[in-house]
């Protein structure tokens, strides 16, 4: 008989490409079996960036449903064929690409889109998609979700008396600090911004993707009343669960009240006083959530920024600073590893959120599940 693999498909706010990963969860601790990246055709690209910026018609939304889905369907199905021939996959974990993410107010909710039917027709695997609204609609925030995950990998590998800190470095900052044999206690919640204001800004001044590992950034020292006037943001004081993304902390939020002084810096000095921003903001929400000898690890393309990982290692002394490739998650794949998690969670009918994380009133099985066709 062949041995149960699940595939988790992952988008992030960064909206680099979609991570598709395998995983055998059958052993106490996760096995990465195969991995694919599909980027997003440029088209379907700029069309997600223009609909987080400034929203869609209803018809455009439909559209870009259906042209995310079949991305997400290529990608699930190119990973398909590097399925060993000793693992058969039960289901596939599809995120989907948030483009609207509403925590707070009368009318919370949250929007990924990528059609989970394309994904079926493209693999004939049963899908799990629409992972975070049960959980709103018990009060929690839908977010973090992959705390959880954290928690069933790094829990059984940490001391019992000791704690420790799963940082993952996408567009936005999310960290879980977890107390092994007590998932009540466990905190997960976005500290801000990692990549996300880097990305925009280089993109605008450069028109490069990235800051390659950081390299920009070191050319030039952090500006300190541009750094105080971002670390004033009300967000940052506020106490966790807490969730942001892109359509809050974007260019125009940058500039917003502090054109002049943006402007009349070097881009350079803008570009390190955001990096710094990310690590300082780290940091300080790490301080007031987790003890000062709990070891951090790393997960996320963050972890390719050197310059960031630097500053952390610093800021965050004396705690330990690692990549989780040390307790056995390759850092780039720990994201979409946990959506591959959370569809067996939901396929065995087990919780997939940490309600102490996400602030739900109960604990949940999350996801729609999709089926291929009967017979
Ligand atoms: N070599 C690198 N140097 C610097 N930053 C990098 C590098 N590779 C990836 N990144 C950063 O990681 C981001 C993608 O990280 P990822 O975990 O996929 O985020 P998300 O979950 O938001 O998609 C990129 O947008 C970029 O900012
Ligand atoms: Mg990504």
């Not at 506020?238 to 002049?260: A, C, I, K, M, Q």
């Not at 850092?331 to 959370?342: C, P, R, T, V, Y």
Request: contains cysteine; charged residues 20%.
């Amino acid at each position: 008989m062949k041995t149960a693999a699940f595939m988790g498909l992952m988008s992030g706010t960064s909206m680099d490409g979609i991570d598709a990963a395998l995983v055998d969860l059958e052993s106490p601790q996760p096995l990465l079996l195969a991995t694919h990246r599909e980027p997003y055709p440029e088209p379907v690209r700029a069309a997600l960036e223009r609909t987080v910026r400034e929203g869609a018609s209803l018809r455009e939304g439909l559209g870009l449903d259906v042209a995310v889905g079949e991305c997400f369907g290529r990608a699930a199905r190119a990973l398909l064929e590097h399925c060993p021939e000793t693992h058969q996959v039960q289901a596939i974990g599809h995120h989907g690409q948030t483009v609207l993410h509403v925590p707070e107010g009368d009318w919370r909710s949250t929007l990924q889109l990528g059609d989970p039917a394309r994904v079926v027709a493209a693999t004939g695997v049963p899908v799990v998609a629409d992972f975070r609204r049960a959980d709103m609609a018990y009060g929690g925030q839908g977010a973090p979700l992959a705390s959880a995950f954290h928690y069933a990998v790094l829990a059984p590998q940490t001391a019992p008396d000791s704690a420790c800190v799963v940082l993952n470095l996408g567009g936005i900052a999310n960290a879980t600090v977890i107390f092994p044999g007590q998932p009540g206690r466990t905190v997960g919640f976005d500290t801000g911004p990692a990549n996300t204001l880097m990305d925009a800004w280089i993109q605008r001044c450069r028109g490069l993707p990235h800051d390659h590992e950081g390299a920009w950034a070191r050319s030039a020292l952090a500006d300190a009343s541009l750094l105080d006037s971002l670390l004033a943001d009300p967000f940052l004081d506020r106490r966790p669960p807490r969730s942001t993304g892109r359509e809050y902390f974007n260019l125009d939020w940058l500039v917003r009240g502090r054109e002049s002084l943006v402007e009349s810096l070097a881009p350079a000095v803008v570009a390190r006083t955001l990096l710094e921003f990310s690590a300082v903001s780290i940091s300080n929400a790490l301080d007031e959530t987790s003890p000062q000898d709990a070891d951090v690890w790393l997960c996320g393309g963050g972890v390719h920024n050197r310059l960031l990982c630097e500053s952390l290692t610093e800021r965050l002394y004396p705690r330990k600073v690692r990549t989780t490739d040390a307790v056995g998650v390759p850092a780039a794949w720990m994201e979409a590893m946990a959506f591959a998690w959370l569809a067996r969670q939901r396929m065995l009918g087990l919780p997939g959120n940490l309600p102490s994380v996400t602030g739900a009133a109960v604990a949940l099985s999350l996801g729609a599940v999709y089926l291929p066709p009967v017979g």
